[in-house]
Every structure is written in C-alpha cells, then in structure tokens.
C-alpha cells in the first residue's frame, strides 16, 4: 500500500478493501494457472496454493508499507505478497525455474522473497518465519530506524506448536515489539487435526500467557478480515506491542497439488468454515457498495491478461547454466546495496 492508502488501511477503508479484493483476485487467477501446469507437468516440485486463504492473506499484505515495514509471507499468502507489491513475475519465474527470477532459477516455488525491500525469502521450516521477523525488528531497533513500522507474518497451525514459534513471540513481547502474527487456522496440519495439534480451547487465548494482544476472526468473512487484520496491524504500529490473531477458516485444496485432502471431513467442508472468501468478497462489496459487479469483472479480466502474460514470459526466459552461475546467495553486489 501506498502512505496514504495506508491511512485508509487504518480505518479499514474502501481502498483498503479494494486493494485486498484485487491482490485476492490476482493471486487466484495466478494460482489457478500454476495448478494446470502442474497438471500438465510442466512444473518441477510442488505446488502450493492459498485457496480459501486469500481474505486473511490479502488483508496483512494490503495493510503493510512496502519499503517501510518486514513481511514474512507462507506458503499460502500469494495473496499477501501480490498485496504488498511483489510483481506476478517473480511467482511465474520461480515455479518455472527461470534464471531471472528472484532465486536466479535455483529454487522451485516459494522460497522466493525480496529481502532489500522488506519481504524475507519463505522458510520451510515451521514458525521459524516469527523469529526472523522478530530479529528483523529488534536489528532496526539498534539501527535507530524502528519507528513506524511493522513486522509481520503469517503461520499455519501447525507453526505454533514449534519451539520458533514460541520463542520469537516471547522474545518480542518481552522486548514491545510492532510484531503481528496472523495464524491460519485451516483446522490441519497437513493432515494433522487440530484436537491432535494442540489441547487449548483457542489459539488466541495463547496471547494472554505471553502478555501480547490476542484477536480472533472468522476467516472466510472478508470484511471482518479486513477490519481485525487492518486493526491488529494499525495497533502495532502505534505502540501496541506484538499482536496475535487466529483466523478460522479451511483450506480449499491439498497441502499442494500432490494431495486432495481426503483427510477432511464432508462434514467440516460442508460447514460455514467451508465457504469460499472469494465469494463472501463479491456479495459483501456489493451490499456495502464498494464495487460494483463490473468493476469486479474487469479486475478479472485484467487478472487474466496479466497472468497469461507472466506465465509466457517466463516459460520463454532460460533456466540458470550450472557452469556460468554465481552461486553466492544475493550476488556479487549485494554487500553494495546494504
Ligand atoms: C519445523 C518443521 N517440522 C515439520 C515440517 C514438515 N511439515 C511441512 S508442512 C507441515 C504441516 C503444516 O501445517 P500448517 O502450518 O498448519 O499448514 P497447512 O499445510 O495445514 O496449511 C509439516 C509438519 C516443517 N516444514 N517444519
């Protein structure tokens, strides 16, 4: 977001919403695409999607100041990085493995990131994702360059039984950092359910052990993602301290393309956790007049030129030539950038 749609962010304003809608519409088109080159085995490793998670992850990315504040996305917040400014490209570049991509070709999906900008590379590793975030704070704090920013990420379930996890938000309660964790509760680990996961009632009542604000939201509801998220976000900004918050919501697809879910009720999808975000958005801007039907149908025809185009530029681009690489993490220049 830009300084002034920020503002807007805040009171979970119009372009607030219009900006997550966008990103959401984005990355659904994007992801949709990724999937039927996966199908037709064009893509190497797997492939991650975020259906049923784009709400709760468009409304952190949307309410975060590129350039200002640190965002530590997941493997299901394409949303959040397309909210927070990362071009489609570098997506499309990943997943089919060009050498101009941001991993310069050499890893296969979502390990991407834009660090000089604010958006860390993704980590595999469950929760660990909290105690960078919470590092990248406490280092602009000692560089006197703190104020006004925010550092955020977004976790599985799954991250919070780890000992990451644990560590990085105690670590920034005790030390008041602008630290917002958003859970996306999908209900599974993997295949994990929760009752198998954790024993507490909810996982936001974990914010009072640790003295941090806890928050919860229905995450298929768009608005209330947009306000709870956007208020978690303006509360750390201005002092708050970290902040927790638990989406509830549901996976719309396998842990990647490689699994169906089987492992998921008819139950649980038939419930209301079961709703898809996507639609919820477009009946809710509608009601509250936010945009109209044909608004939304040029953003998605637009969505789709884009996508096509990202995709066909990178599927021409070359792969890295193992012989000629520098295989140093961020190049030869790097060092002259910081
Ligand atoms: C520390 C750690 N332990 C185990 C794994 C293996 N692993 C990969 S994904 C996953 C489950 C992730 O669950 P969750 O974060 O709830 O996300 P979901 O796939 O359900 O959306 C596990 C256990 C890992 N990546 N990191």
């Given at each position: 977001m830009t300084e002034s749609e920020h503002h807007d962010a805040q009171k979970g304003g119009a372009d607030y919403v219009r900006a997550m809608y966008r990103a959401m519409i984005q990355a659904r088109a994007l992801e949709n695409k990724l999937s039927s080159l996966y199908k037709a085995g064009k893509i190497v490793g797997g492939v991650y999607l975020g259906k049923g998670q784009e709400a709760v992850s468009a409304a952190l990315g949307a309410a975060l100041i590129p350039g200002r504040d640190l965002y530590a996305p997941l493997i299901r917040d394409q949303a959040g990085r397309t909210a927070f400014g990362e071009p489609l490209i570098d997506c499309a570049r990943a997943y089919l493995g060009s050498a101009l991509g941001p991993m310069r070709g050499r890893d296969g999906n979502i390990h991407r990131g834009r660090p000089l900008e604010g958006m860390f590379a993704m980590i595999s590793h469950l929760g660990s994702a909290v105690s960078v975030v919470a590092g990248g704070l406490l280092a602009k704090r000692l560089q006197g360059k703190l104020a006004g920013c925010v550092g955020a990420t977004c976790v599985g379930d799954g991250a919070t039984s780890t000992g990451a996890f644990h560590e990085g938000l105690n670590m920034a309660a005790v030390e008041k950092l602008p630290l917002v964790i958003v859970v996306a509760n999908n209900q599974f680990a993997y295949s994990t359910p929760n009752h198998r996961q954790f024993?507490?009632?909810?996982?936001?009542?974990r914010a009072k052990g640790y003295g941090v604000m806890g928050h919860k939201v229905d995450g298929t509801d768009f608005l209330a993602c947009a306000a709870v998220i956007g208020q978690a976000v303006s509360l750390a900004r201005s002092g708050a301290g970290p902040q927790l918050v638990v989406a509830q919501l549901l996976r719309l697809s396998g842990h990647g393309e490689h699994d169906d879910g089987s492992y998921v009720p008819d139950a649980i999808r038939a419930g209301s956790y079961g709703r898809d975000c996507m639609d919820v958005a477009e009946k809710q801007m509608i009601e509250h007049q936010i945009m109209s039907a044909e608004e939304m149908d040029r953003i998605r025809e637009q969505a789709a030129i884009e996508v096509q185009a990202a995709v066909a530029q990178a599927q021409q681009e070359p792969a890295p030539d193992p012989y000629r690489e520098d295989w140093r993490a961020f190049g030869s220049n790097f060092a002259e950038t910081l």
């Open positions: 024993a507490c009632e909810d996982l936001a009542d």
